[in-house]
């Protein structure tokens, strides 16, 4: 997907491969974006030592859940998003559970140098 080979085919390809990349963007974005509130709103290991509240729970739930069926939505057309394949999303979830274990690495570096959290 990132390599840019789309732009070797002709315009419409790249077109393509400009709409399924920012697609694809946008939903990690969100991912990672709900995730890091939950790694960060604690000093303990989140949904381990810390539970969230619920409400928090839910709305990011429901945020990350609906911008991930943006794309396979009418309203898909007017954003300009289409929709990924399966195994993307597989990629993705690797990807967020490595980012959620790097904040969590970096959060006890600094808890261990300042004493305390945010």
């Known amino acids: 997907?990132?390599?840019g080979q789309a732009y070797v085919h002709g315009a419409e390809s790249a077109v393509?491969?400009?709409v399924l990349f920012q697609?694809?963007?946008f939903i990690e974005s969100m991912w990672s974006q709900t995730?890091?509130?939950?790694?960060l709103r604690s000093a303990k290991i989140p949904f381990?030592?810390?539970?969230?509240?619920w409400l928090v729970l839910v709305t990011t739930l429901l945020a990350?859940?609906?911008v991930t069926f943006l794309p396979y939505s009418p309203l898909a057309i007017l954003l300009h998003l289409t929709p990924l394949k399966p195994i993307y999303f597989i990629f993705l979830l690797f990807i967020i559970i490595?980012?959620?274990?790097s904040v969590t690495i970096v959060k006890k570096i600094y808890i261990k140098k300042y004493q305390e959290w945010l």
């Not at 995730?35 to 790694?39: L, P, Y």
């Not at 381990?48 to 509240?53: E, I, K, T």
């Open 16 to 18: 393509g491969f400009i």
């Open 35 to 39: 995730m890091v509130i939950h790694m």
């Open 98 to 101: 490595l980012y959620m274990i």
């Open 64 to 66: 990350a859940a609906f």
């Open 23 to 25: 697609t694809g963007w």
């Open 1 to 3: 997907m990132t390599t």
């Open 48 to 53: 381990l030592q810390s539970r969230p509240a």
